[in-house]
């Protein structure tokens, strides 16, 4: 009977607006509203989307900066650090705190993405799934060979070791034994679930992405001083459309499956975080089916710059690093006679 009463009413409001407007204006509007919820559709779901994992490894000639190169682990240690960097960065983010790791007993390695450390006209042909095929394949690699081994993430790069653990938390073979993110996105374009938007052209990046591969591409200024020490980032600048939608698909697919991550988690932020919105610590840490959860979180108020990559900034590198590596410890002792 309501849906009788519903459909008659709507049936009654179309009546009404085709006497107001006429029918050509009424149809007209129609068709506006079509296109927009079909063009809606087709930039934020996967809808005719289908994703190429397959991947090569970034050729060792291509490299722009020798610290972009991937980071193998020592061997000398039976505990692992597994670093994501973030996109479109490179690993050596997580150079500088190489030496601190190894000192407190931990080997860490770090992949260098697909497309990345090299030119940014590489990133073309990459997306996520991509990626994330790259990160899976490194773990399944050194996983065994550790007593513990933890994974870290910066930016995307938490996203990306947080998918990773919703596919292996329940494989005691694989299973990460905690994971510590840095300033890493739920969303991209979320507002309608948490009011997220990093940008309203994130709506249209897969239309844009088909025209323009890339918005202000570039190189860092190698002569920037930078602030805070974020001048010694290595990475691409400017805005990949196609890589933008890829990232958010993979995104939405994370945050549906934050209940399978099961380990314990430490989830770090700065407040102000001027890339990634503060907001999506928030929803990473509701979503996560751990009972082990803590948060870190940076006031760099002072600052002028992105407040975003923690490991960057001179304020900032060695607290985290040290808070990341203390909660790993309480996690995962050294077994006694090993290191």
């Known amino acids: 009977m309501a849906r009788v009463a519903a459909t008659a009413a709507a049936g009654g409001a179309v009546g009404f607006a085709a006497a107001a407007i006429g029918p050509i204006a009424l149809a007209a509007a129609a068709a506006v509203l079509v296109a927009a919820v079909a063009l809606g559709l087709w930039n934020t779901t996967p809808i005719g989307f289908r994703p190429k994992p397959f991947y090569a490894a970034p050729a060792p000639a291509r490299l722009r900066w020798p610290e972009a190169a991937p980071i193998r682990p020592s061997g000398r240690h039976r505990r692992l650090l597994y670093c994501v960097h973030g996109f479109p960065s490179t690993p050596a983010d997580y150079r500088t705190v190489v030496e601190a790791s190894e000192a407190r007993g931990w080997d860490l390695a770090a992949p260098l993405l697909p497309g990345c450390g090299g030119e940014p006209r590489d990133l073309r042909g990459t997306e996520w799934s991509q990626y994330l095929a790259a990160v899976r394949d490194g773990w399944a690699e050194l996983r065994p060979r550790y007593d513990a081994a933890c994974l870290v993430g910066t930016s995307m790069g938490g996203s990306l070791a947080l998918v990773l653990a919703e596919e292996t938390c329940a494989d005691p073979a694989l299973a990460p034994s905690a994971i510590a993110t840095i300033g890493s996105p739920a969303a991209l374009a979320a507002w309608l679930r948490h009011g997220l938007v990093v940008n309203p052209l994130v709506y249209l990046a897969r239309t844009i992405g088909a025209f323009v591969p890339s918005i202000g591409a570039g190189l860092p200024d190698p002569e920037r001083v930078g602030e805070d020490g974020d001048g010694a980032w290595k990475g691409y600048r400017g805005l990949y459309p196609r890589q933008t939608y890829t990232l958010q698909i993979g995104l939405r697919a994370m945050e ?7 380990c314990p988690v430490l989830v770090c932020h700065a407040r102000g975080d001027r890339m990634v919105d503060f907001r999506n610590a928030a929803v990473i840490e509701s979503g996560l089916g751990s009972d082990d959860i803590e948060a870190y979180v940076a006031n760099m108020d002072g600052f002028g710059h992105m407040r975003h990559n923690l490991l960057l900034y001179d304020s900032q590198r060695d ?20 290191a």
């Open 256 to 262: 549906r499956r934050l209940g399978d991550v099961t």
């Open 319 to 338: 607290r985290v690093w040290a808070r990341i590596l203390d909660f790993f410890e309480r996690r995962a002792p050294l077994t006694r006679g090993r």
